[in-house]
């Protein structure tokens, strides 16, 4: 209920490009998040999907977030968690089309899951840098044994994780488990320093819950956030010291 809630205020809020005076996020709308093209990499997005779905595998599940709100939270099969614990198909799109176009040479998730948000920042660049971090190693180990080049897999909790993290700084960190306040916060704090200017942080599920729309209005109000586009389902968070600080909510 607290979601259908919040929807309804946030299409009350929302616009579109027409709503949007910042160059820079007006392109972002309009060129990106708009972006209606039929990428080739959707049939690969879509094809992995399908992978999934067709999966007999059941995992043993160590849940260190919030947990599911549909799955329990021991053993859990790979064909229902495609459709409960992972990027949904148009999300997927959305964070393939983000990748393209601003060319993310370094990403980094905090929630492998099944791999489909992971899969979509992968396939935007071949020469990406992609780490992805989970806090279940049976779905990390399984959802490793699908996966291409690219991509490095870390087993473990994020709290822990994060201190050992030698790069210096990433184009992208994707904010996708552990739905909760605290530990959104400290995450995003841990992670600031290794921001750029050009940097993007984005966070699933800001409305999940009232913990995490608290969260995310911390987040907005933190003095290094410039920009923040809230989509509902996802929230980006840029750094630009060129741009005025502004918050914008844009239907998708």
């Known amino acids: 209920m607290y979601q259908i809630k919040q929807y309804i205020k946030f299409l009350f809020k929302a616009t579109n490009q027409h709503g949007v005076h910042s160059p820079f996020v007006y392109n972002f709308v309009t060129k990106c998040l708009y972006d209606k093209k039929k990428y080739d990499a959707y049939k ?25 709100k549909t799955l329990g939270n021991e053993v859990r099969k790979v064909s229902q968690m495609v459709s409960t614990s992972s990027s949904t198909k148009k999300e997927a799109k959305l964070l393939y089309r983000v990748a393209k176009y601003f060319k993310l040479s370094s990403v980094l998730e905090l929630g492998t899951s099944l791999g489909v948000g992971t899969y979509a920042f992968a396939l935007a660049n071949k020469n990406s840098k992609i780490i992805t971090v989970e806090g279940c190693k049976n779905t990390s180990n399984f959802t490793e044994s699908n996966f291409i080049e690219n991509v490095s897999f870390i087993k473990g909790d ?95």
């Open 44 to 68: 690969d997005l879509q094809n992995y999907r399908k992978l999934l779905q067709a999966s007999k595998v059941t995992l043993q599940i160590t849940d260190l977030g919030e947990g599911s």
């Open 158 to 252: 994020f709290a822990s994780v994060i201190p050992t993290l030698r790069e210096n700084s990433f184009d992208c960190i994707y904010f996708d488990g552990h739905h909760n306040k605290e530990a959104t916060i400290q995450y995003f704090e841990a992670l600031l320093p290794k921001a750029h200017n050009d940097s993007i942080f984005i966070f699933d599920d800001i409305y999940w819950s009232k913990e995490m729309t608290e969260a995310w209005e911390y987040i907005k109000s933190y003095s290094a956030v410039t920009v923040t586009v809230d989509c509902f389902h996802l929230g980006f968070v840029f750094f630009r010291k060129e741009q005025a600080k502004e918050h914008f909510k844009i239907r998708l």
